[in-house]
């Protein structure tokens, strides 16, 4: 966990999950990049960018070219909060698949995840 006690989970947790994913996988974005990306309305992510913001977990900056633009960005602490998150979330669910699923039930996953690389891939 995060200095200060923040934890993922504990903030709009699917919203907030999905606005650091997309700048971690995009780069800076605007409001309107990222809701078009979620496919929901640049208002209603307000709530959920001020509390990221409120956490030093995103940072906007003005762009230079235009003064009515800002881009959103991970900060250094954002990036920590996503990594703990995502290896926790593996950690989780290799667990899980090593306890709950027999030995055919873990080959045809391990296929369908190869078939998945695959058109990730292609």
């Given at each position: 966990m995060v200095g200060g006690g923040t934890k993922?989970?504990?903030?709009?947790?699917r919203a907030a999950k999905a606005v650091l994913g997309q700048l971690q996988r995009r780069g800076a974005l605007t409001a309107?990049?990222?809701a078009a990306a979620?496919?929901?309305?640049?208002?209603?992510?307000?709530?959920?960018?001020?509390?990221?913001?409120e956490q030093q977990l995103i940072s906007r900056q003005?762009?230079?070219n235009d003064r009515r633009r800002h881009?959103?960005?991970l900060t250094d602490r954002g990036r920590r909060l996503l990594q703990e998150h995502m290896q926790s979330s593996d950690d989780w669910l290799a667990?899980?698949?090593?306890?709950?699923?027999?030995?055919?039930?873990?080959?045809?996953?391990?296929?369908a995840a190869g078939i998945?690389?695959?058109?990730?891939?292609?």
């Amino acid at each position: 966990m995060v200095g200060g006690g923040t934890k993922l989970t504990a903030m709009a947790p699917r919203a907030a999950k999905a606005v650091l994913g997309q700048l971690q996988r995009r780069g800076a974005l605007t409001a309107s990049e990222i809701a078009a990306a979620e496919r929901v309305q640049p208002q209603s992510l307000t709530r959920v960018l001020a509390s990221l913001e409120e956490q030093q977990l995103i940072s906007r900056q003005q762009d230079p070219n235009d003064r009515r633009r800002h881009t959103i960005e991970l900060t250094d602490r954002g990036r920590r909060l996503l990594q703990e998150h995502m290896q926790s979330s593996d950690d989780w669910l290799a667990e899980a698949i090593d306890q709950r699923l027999n030995p055919t039930e873990r080959a045809v996953l391990q296929l369908a995840a190869g078939i998945l690389d695959q058109l990730l891939d292609g």
